[in-house]
T-cell receptor, first 114, second 111 residues
Framework: SQTIHQWPATLVQPVGSPLSLECTVE??????LYWYRQAAGRGLQLLFY??????ISSEVPQNLSASRPQDRQFILSSKKLLLSDSGFYLC?????????????FGPGTRLLVL | DQQVKQNSPSLSVQEGRISILNCDYT??????FLWYKKYPAEGPTFLIS?????DKNEDGRFTVFLNKSAKHLSLHIVPSQPGDSAVYFC??????????FGPGTRLSVLP
């Protein structure tokens, strides 16, 4: 069965510090991978998605970046965090079945920027 | 422009009764819809999906209804249980498109 891991679970970082959040998927090959952010009291905002190694698409321009160095690894980074980067970050994976996808989410990382 | 709307930020229901969560969309290209349930500090978990070729899909206590002409879908939970208390997101996509999520509805099932 497939499993998705995210770490760390919680992170408190000062403004201007760098960020690296990691997501790994087990039990599947060549998944589509996604990074979402849920700000307090709001829905899920798609930040990045990847259909393969080294292939990253950005949905929202911001000071975050993503990388996919391996098939089942997806990393969310920032060189300098802003206060507005606080939120709950979710990684998700999906595979297509008959042209349709269902996304499965990781446990999330709660980021607080002070 | 919010393409997927969940106009009720919260809903309270008595245990054993029916919970009805609503979702409206504006993009007529959307033809595949999912519902997710999310507990605090956890990732959303997939509940049920429906494609536009159907108007109803049922899985245990969960039923999703789709009204394409009204661009409206709803999730029915019968009977509601305290463990159903969570935030529910609907998501929509068109063929080859990424999902768009609604803002969520917080369901509280009262014992």
């Amino acid at each position: 069965s497939q499993t998705i891991h995210q770490w760390p679970a919680t992170l408190v970082q000062p403004v201007g510090s760098p960020l690296s959040l990691e997501c790994t998927v087990e039990g599947t090959s060549n998944p589509n991978l996604y990074w979402y952010r849920q700000a307090a009291g709001r829905g899920l905002q798609l930040l990045f998605y990847s259909v393969g190694i080294g292939q990253i698409s950005s949905e929202v321009p911001q000071n975050l970046s993503a990388s996919r160095p391996q098939d089942r690894q997806f990393i969310l980074s920032s060189k300098k965090l802003l206060l507005s980067d606080s939120g709950f970050y979710l990684c998700a994976w999906s595979v297509s079945v008959a042209g349709r996808e269902t996304q499965y989410f990781g446990p999330g990382t709660r980021l607080l920027v002070l | 422009d919010q393409q997927v709307k969940q106009n009720s930020p919260s809903l309270s229901v008595q245990e054993g009764r029916i919970s009805i969560l609503n979702c409206d969309y504006t993009n007529s290209m959307f033809d595949y819809f999912l519902w997710y349930k999310k507990y605090p500090a956890e990732g959303p978990t997939f509940l049920i999906s429906i494609s536009s070729i159907k108007d109803k899909n049922e899985d245990g206590r969960f039923t999703v209804f789709l009204n394409k002409s009204a661009k409206h879908l709803s999730l029915h939970i019968v009977p509601s249980q305290p463990g159903d208390s969570a935030v529910y997101f609907c998501a929509a996509s068109g063929y080859g498109q990424n999902f768009v999520f609604g803002p969520g509805t917080r369901l509280s099932v009262l014992p």
